[in-house]
């Protein structure tokens, strides 16, 4: 904001924050109208950033304004309330006294998912049992850290925990704060410029029963916001409060983040959530689709099932799309609707086999299979065996072992492949744009493959 205009209109307010009300007390009527009328959503906008919510605003007058007055401080400033709806004949002080039309105030939070509706299978039944135990109050730890590649369901299980709490909350009182890493840092930085950190600790420490944090890899390279982090924890942790946390990274992956606060991720219970089989795949797309009302085709199930394997987010928007699109050109849900809504996606190839990603890496890297396989530790050529790996994870249904075995390496290292790969595409560094670059590339690749493996 323009310095001028802040001096003059938000420096003589007094706040009062209530529970879903801020009242503001002007020193005259003439500011208080002109802040209602030029500032309202400015300042719910900003106030939302540090509280979560967007409040009601109240704002009143100290004192009366009198013509004289509000003339000179119109003369001072060059600003007059609703400039635009005030002609020369009409008296100012009528003007100011004009009713507003009432605001309405914002919505609570609207949890958009619950358990009901998460589908369970071997992939994810850990998570789910964890989540569904700290809810009850059975989990011994009071630290549950979910970890799993993107769309695999982590803001799901979240939004569950926090909507059964919620649930119960008029019984219990259960006080649930959910936000990601992000939005906890931006209210963090707001706190600090409007020197109410003190109270942004207190709404953190003090008056949450579960915080629900999703994306902490957020927090990497952050020192002073990985201390608070640190501090709310502890303080949590201490009163018998409980905390659920997100990655997409395990604790021991996660980069440049305090030891202390490593450890205490790490002192919880962790539950991963794999990628879904292709059973599972498919009862998440029929009960999506009895969601909406609509029976899918057994055929068209499996098509989708069978082309996207990795992403249960981009599946369920797959299965959408197809469904409006029948939909808006009043057809049938058919094979053929499938594929054409299937070519906006990134799909698995079932052609696809490790073979042909070894060929496609190696001519992409100026590599031959033997140097693939080496015990080499040369930067590019670890590059290019990680990208194999997740490659093969992506696009096969072989597992961590099968993929280990074929270039002489341990499951676990293809993991850490996978996964170093994984943090540079989800962080969108330079090396991650260029892998995200090369993925694409990989479907136009499949045909030559399959004609020169024939």
Known sequence: MNPGLFTVWIKPLQAEVGQEEIKLLAPNEFVACWVRDRLYDDIREAAANVLGFKPRLDIQ???????????????????????????????????????????????????????????????????????????????????????????????????????????????????????????????????????????????????????????????????????????TLKALQTKGAKVILSSSFLPRELKAVDSHLASRFSSGFLAYIDRPDFDMRRRILNKKASSFQVLLPDNVAELLADRIRSDVRQLESCLQNLILKAKLLNRQITLDLAWQVLAHYATTDPNINLDHIVDFICNNFELSPKQLSSKSRQRHIVIARNTTFFMARKYTELSLKNIGERFNRKHSTVLKGITNVEREISLETPLGRQLSTTMERMHRFAPQAQASSC
């Open 61 to 231: 007058a100290a004192l009366p304004t009198t013509q004289n007055q509000a003339s000179d401080l119109e003369t001072k400033t060059g600003l007059a309330p609703n400039d635009s709806a005030r002609t020369p004949s009409q008296p100012l002080q009528r003007q100011m006294f004009l009713p507003l039309p009432p605001k309405e105030a914002a919505p609570r939070f609207t949890w958009q998912f619950g358990f009901d509706d998460f589908v369970v299978g071997p992939c994810n039944e850990l998570a789910v049992a964890a989540s569904r135990s700290l809810c009850n109050q059975n989990m011994p730890s009071d630290l549950l850290y979910i970890s799993s590649a993107a769309g695999l369901g982590k803001t799901h299980l979240l939004q569950a925990v926090g909507s059964h709490l919620t649930d119960m909350s008029n019984r219990s009182q259960v006080r649930v704060e959910y936000l990601t890493a992000e939005e906890f840092a931006r209210q963090m930085i707001f706190a600090l410029r409007a020197k109410e950190i003190e109270r942004f600790k207190a709404r953190f420490r003090d008056n949450v029963d579960i915080l629900l944090l999703e994306d902490i890899h957020f927090f990497q390279g952050k020192e002073k916001m990985q201390d608070e982090l640190l501090a």
